[in-house]
């Protein structure tokens, strides 16, 4: 009874999971978004781009982060890919022993 219980434990703990990396995965990829959008309107352009180039004044902050949002946002994506898959196979190899039987 013990096995069964931990078993059934660590299939409801991988399920959510999968769910949890799935909803941090969104919310990653929607802060990146927003992210891109405010850099590209935060760019400079003409003669301050000219300076920012020269290394005379600095871009914008938001300009600089968002490669790095747009790194964690991969990131998170490929980790919540890597979960439902790993879960996906789980499952895929629990029917396949219960059609055994």
């Known amino acids: ?27 990653a990829g929607a ?11 935060a760019a400079p352009t003409g003669l301050t781009a000219l300076s920012v180039a020269l290394g005379i004044s600095s871009a914008p902050f938001v300009v600089v982060a968002a ?11 490929t980790t919540a890919g890597v979960v439902r898959f790993c879960t996906w196979y789980k499952e895929r190899s629990d029917e396949d022993e219960s059609e055994c039987k």
Not at 18 to 24: F, I, L
Not at 31 to 41: E, I, P
């Open 1 to 27: 009874m013990t096995k069964l219980r931990w078993n059934l434990k660590k299939e409801l703990e991988l399920k959510r999971l999968a769910k949890s990396t799935a909803a941090v995965s969104g919310l």
């Open 31 to 41: 802060a990146s978004a927003a992210t891109g959008v405010a850099a590209a309107l």
């Open 67 to 77: 490669p790095i949002v747009a790194g964690l946002a991969v990131a998170a994506g």
